[in-house]
């Protein structure tokens, strides 16, 4: 699904290096999961990922379905079916959640040539799957994010990718800020859309959502690279041990 | 121009993004219509402003009138105060009067309008037909009508359901249909909000004003139907000076929109016009402006010169008057819709969206004169900049004496696309008495690189993005439009801020 080779990237104001050779394969159907300290380059793999301006990408490259996204435009990368829940989600004020959605979802449909969803139908599927998140018509209502929680941002972004049905799922510390119930919405929310085909990337500091999301495999980050990958013990053993031995073995 | 109440509510919607696409290509009106015309000969003097009362066949009240108002204009100088700058406009270079020829003689009915002019309001979108409804026939939703007066260059060309509001005892003509058939309103009112000596652009207009419309509300009626006038300047090198005078007497309501545009062309044209509105006793008139204005092009030329002075008299008690504006065009406009709230309890609100982009130049704003008790203004300005644009919100909220126990709020925001234009706030507050309260609140943002990220990993385009911003800045400017205008003017936010980022 995803292939991303030697990917290096720094930033373009400054000489900064972020990311020194990134590689992973992430097949169609799997979830893999990313850890790694405060600082690796997690959320920037990420947002190169998606096209956000700002980084310069000095060597390697990515492809989702063979087709190479470094060359898209944001929307094109999207459109293509890449999304990514964001650690930070943005307020837009005075925009409307449900005018955001729609106009996300139909815009969408329009770069793939597809026929615009109907504002009737939008509106039936909109709002059971809000439901299912516990996100009430007023949240929907409400400008973008504004005003929202932490915790309520974050269930907005799995609402925007339960509406936007990506085949690559790259979620960003979505857990953190998570009270109990809400992390467990969200892990229901992320299992609902496992179908075999769609695919995961799923970054975290915390063992907890992988006991919700059963990764299928688990990647290590530090200081721009993927140290060690394993299985989903591979979490467990940095929540137990943090990341000392494990930096110490790679050094 | 339809559209369900529920998404002009929600602020922008898809809708907006798809108007976008469907008018790609920057300014949408700047075609031309081939049509033989006849004009006053070419500059400025007294003649000149006798033949244009002559055209009209005016009474000598009205010629006496202008031709004070002209040797006054003589005696006046171009003011500089604005934060705009053009090249020193030659009054004795443009045309005062140009008039379709079909028009000499005056059209009984809208079936005899020379088919060229009823085609131009249709390419501009604008029905000048009277939907023949059937008896107890209710318009279908959605479909509230609109009448229409149709101004192309310096006449009138047509008012459509003149009949069906005069059964309501609403009188909505021309002014010069008005100053001939209603010479006591007119003698009335004109020129008692905005005097002839008030400036001097206004003061041009009283010599010269060819054209515009006339709206008398009697007391205690409800206007039918939303009053529109739609503005187009289509000759070459002709200034439009337009008059409107609305009334509104006692207990009255009316609903007025006023829409308008002009063809591209390299040499800039102006356009000077005065409204005057009167909101007596218990009164209310809501009215809102879409300029369309041909803005110029990306280097600053052409484009209209719009200076204009638009005043409104709470003079009843308890009367009040609701100004809005969606100036996306001009090269330069100099606009200061304002209210004189004399009545006790009046009150006087100014939603404004402005948008500069390219090379324009916007200084427009408000004047709320507090002068009855108890009276209340409130101000929200949107100014966005793009381009190379400069965009200038000026106000004065002044409250008198007499004006105890009364407020103002004023919310001015400016948002900037890019680093070359410039926002600027220039707020006067006279506070004479010491039981009103003035707030005011302003902010200065950019167009946020995350936000637009967003938005684009969400699959939105680029100007998409920045469209569904800007409206969401705009949103509550964009409310208090009526429908018919919402949706058209979500789209000219868009279509004015095209070529503004990337
Ligand atoms: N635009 C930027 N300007 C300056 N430094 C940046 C920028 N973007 C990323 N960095 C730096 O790059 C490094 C990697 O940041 P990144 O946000 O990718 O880390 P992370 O692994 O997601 O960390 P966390 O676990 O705290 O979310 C950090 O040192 C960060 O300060
Ligand atoms: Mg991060």
Redesign the pocket.
């Known amino acids: 699904m995803l292939e991303i080779k030697n990917l290096c990237v720094q930033?373009e104001?400054?000489d900064?290096k972020?990311l020194r050779g990134v590689n992973l394969s992430l097949e169609a159907g799997k979830v893999h999961a990313i850890m790694?300290?405060?600082?690796?380059?997690?959320?920037?793999?990420s947002?190169v990922l998606s096209g956000k301006g700002?980084?310069e990408v000095t060597e390697g490259s990515a492809h989702l379905e063979g087709n190479d996204i470094l060359e898209m435009e944001p929307e094109e990368r999207a459109a293509a079916g890449l999304f990514l829940a964001f650690?930070y989600p943005v307020e837009i004020p005075g925009v409307g959640n449900m005018t955001f959605l729609r106009t996300a979802v139909n815009s969408q449909r329009k770069l793939r040539g597809e026929p615009e969803m109907s504002a009737g139908e939008f509106l039936k599927v909109v709002r059971a799957k809000a439901k299912d998140l516990k996100i009430d018509a007023d949240m929907l209502k409400r400008p973008v994010n504004v005003g929202f929680s932490g915790g309520e941002k974050k269930r907005n972004e799995i609402l925007q990718m339960a509406m936007l049905e990506p085949k690559m799922c790259i979620l960003?510390?979505t857990d953190s800020g998570l009270d109990v119930d809400a992390m467990k919405l969200v892990a229901q929310g992320v299992n609902a859309l496992r179908d075999g085909k769609r695919t995961f990337l799923v970054?975290t500091?915390y063992q907890r959502l992988l006991d919700h999301i059963k990764p299928d495999v688990v990647h290590i980050?530090a200081a721009?690279r993927i140290i060690k990958s394993g299985g989903p013990e591979l979490a467990l053993e940095v929540e137990n041990n943090g990341y000392a031995d494990l930096l110490e073995e790679t050094a | 121009m339809a559209m369900d109440d529920v998404q002009v509510k929600d602020g922008v919607d898809a809708e907006t993004v798809e108007a976008v696409k469907a008018l790609s290509g920057a300014y949408k009106y700047g075609w031309n219509t081939e049509i033989e015309m006849e004009y006053a000969p070419k500059g400025l003097s007294e003649d000149i402003v006798r033949l244009i009362s002559s055209k009209n066949d005016e009474p000598e009240w009205m010629l006496d009138w202008r031709l004070a108002a002209y040797r006054r204009w003589l005696e006046l100088i171009e003011p500089d105060w604005a934060m705009v700058d053009y090249p020193k406009i030659d009054f004795q270079d443009q045309y005062y009067y140009a008039r379709p020829k079909s028009m000499e003689e005056k059209p009984k009915s809208l079936d005899d309008v020379d088919p060229k002019l009823l085609e131009t309001y249709k390419k501009l979108g604008i029905p000048l037909k009277e939907q023949a409804l059937l008896a107890g026939v209710e318009a279908p939703e959605g479909e509230r009508r609109v009448a229409v007066d149709a101004v192309f260059d310096s006449v009138s060309v047509g008012t459509t359901f003149q009949a069906e509001l005069m059964k309501a005892g609403v009188i909505f003509c021309s002014i010069s249909e008005a100053i001939r058939e209603h010479p006591e309103l007119v003698r009335k009112y004109l020129g008692t909000v905005v005097p002839v000596s008030d400036n001097y652009y206004a003061t041009l207009n009283c010599a010269v004003f060819s054209d515009g419309s006339f709206v008398y509300i009697p007391p205690g009626v409800r206007c039918p139907m939303e009053l529109s006038t739609y503005f187009r300047i289509n000759a070459e090198n002709t200034g439009q000076f337009e008059r409107t005078l609305i009334i509104a007497d006692k207990e009255s309501y009316v609903s007025y929109l006023e829409g308008c545009t002009a063809p591209q062309r390299d040499i800039a044209q102006l356009h000077a016009a005065v409204v005057e509105l009167i909101a007596l006793d218990d009164a209310e008139i809501k009215y809102s402006t879409v300029q369309n204005w041909y803005p110029g092009d990306e280097n600053g030329k052409g484009g209209i010169y719009n200076f204009v002075t638009k005043r409104a008299d709470c003079r009843g008690d308890r009367s009040k008057v609701m100004w809005t504006q969606v100036e996306t065009g001009s090269a330069v406009t100099w606009k200061y819709p304002s209210c004189v709230l004399r009545g006790n309890d009046s009150q006087g609100e100014f939603y404004s969206i402005a948008i500069a982009n390219n090379m324009q130049q916007a200084d427009t704003g408000t004047k709320m004169v507090h002068l009855g008790k108890n009276t209340k203004s409130r101000i929200v300005s949107k100014g966005i900049s793009a381009g190379k644009a400069q965009n200038t919100y000026r106000g004065l909220v002044s409250m008198h004496p007499k004006a105890k126990n009364s407020r103002n709020f004023t919310q001015c925001d400016s948002l900037l696309i890019g680093d070359k234009c410039g926002a600027h706030t220039v707020p006067y507050i006279e506070v004479k008495n010491n039981s009103s309260r003035v707030e005011h609140e302003a902010t200065t943002s950019k167009v946020d690189d995350d936000q637009l990220f967003y938005c684009r990993s969400r699959g939105m385009g680029e100007e998409d993005a920045v469209a569904l911003v800007v409206n969401g800045f705009c949103k509550e400017v964009l409310q208090a439009l009526p429908m018919e205008f919402a949706m058209e003017a979500q789209a000219l936010v868009a279509i004015s801020l095209e070529g503004s980022v990337g």
């Open positions: 930033l104001e400054e900064k972020i790694g300290p405060n600082g690796s380059g997690k959320s920037t793999l947002y700002g980084y650690q960003d510390e970054i500091h980050m721009g």
